[in-house]
């Protein structure tokens, strides 16, 4: 099992639709999560970060963490075709005394107009 | 100005060049971190620093060697440049976790790096 899980995608929406993008982690311990956005070519960019059980909103966003079931999400209201992007799940793990951000795959989102 | 810098931007390498990739950055933070990102695989880590006496090895560190010459800057160094080291190269920085938050990684605009 990958430590962050995410779907490949594509995630094709319409504009104006809600996008829902899903997260599993294996680290039961784990405190901090996050969402980053990247851009085709571009550098990640964080949009989210929750640390608490139920939802996080921030405009258009909505982080929604659920930590029994080890699942995160990301929900993006009234979806614009600049949210084209892959979205990144980032979660902290201790490793050697140390934390280290283990990202997932991401998920390619694809708004169209 | 950038708060994270990377150069070179691109660079195309033949099979056995040595090659170094820089990281500079003005946020004042104490971690640095360097990455690597394949298609389908994500980012992954391949070396880390704390701070400049203490640089530890990530997942993928084979092939690959770091030198942090000032809290400021961060190098990574590929000794023999093969093929599979084709990838987008990305510097990172932080502050060190609070007590019950771990801080945001900001990250470089990125190298892209083309070994033939």
């Known amino acids: 099992q990958k430590e962050v899980e995410q779907n490949s995608g594509p995630l094709s929406v319409p504009e104006g639709a809600i996008a829902s993008l899903n997260c599993t982690y294996s680290?039961?311990?784990?405190?901090?999560f996050f969402w980053y956005r990247q851009y085709s070519g571009k550098s990640p960019e964080l949009i989210m970060s929750i640390y608490s059980n139920g939802d996080k909103e921030d405009g258009r966003f909505t982080a929604q963490l659920n930590k029994a079931s080890q699942y995160v999400s990301l929900l993006i209201r009234d979806s614009q075709p600049s949210d084209s992007a892959t979205y990144l799940c980032a979660v902290p793990k201790l490793s050697g005394g140390y934390n280290k951000l283990i990202f997932g795959a991401g998920t390619r989102l694809a708004v169209h107009p | 100005d950038a708060d994270v810098t990377q150069t070179p931007r691109n660079r195309i390498t033949k099979t056995g060049k040595r090659i170094m990739l820089e990281c500079s950055q003005t946020?004042?933070?104490?971690?640095m971190y360097w990455y690597r990102q394949d298609p389908g695989l994500g980012l992954r880590l391949i070396y880390y620093s704390f701070d400049v006496k203490d640089i530890n090895k990530g997942e993928i560190s084979d092939g690959y060697s770091v030198s942090r010459q000032a809290q400021a800057k961060f190098s990574l160094s590929l000794e023999s440049a093969i093929p599979n080291q084709t990838a987008l190269y990305f510097c990172?920085?932080?502050?060190?976790?609070?007590?019950?938050?771990?801080?945001?990684?900001?990250f470089g605009p990125g190298t892209r790096l083309t070994v033939l």
């Open positions: 946020k004042g933070h104490d971690r």
């Open positions: 990172a920085t932080s502050d060190p976790p609070g007590r019950y938050t771990y801080n945001e990684q900001f």
């Open positions: 680290d039961r311990v784990s405190q901090s």
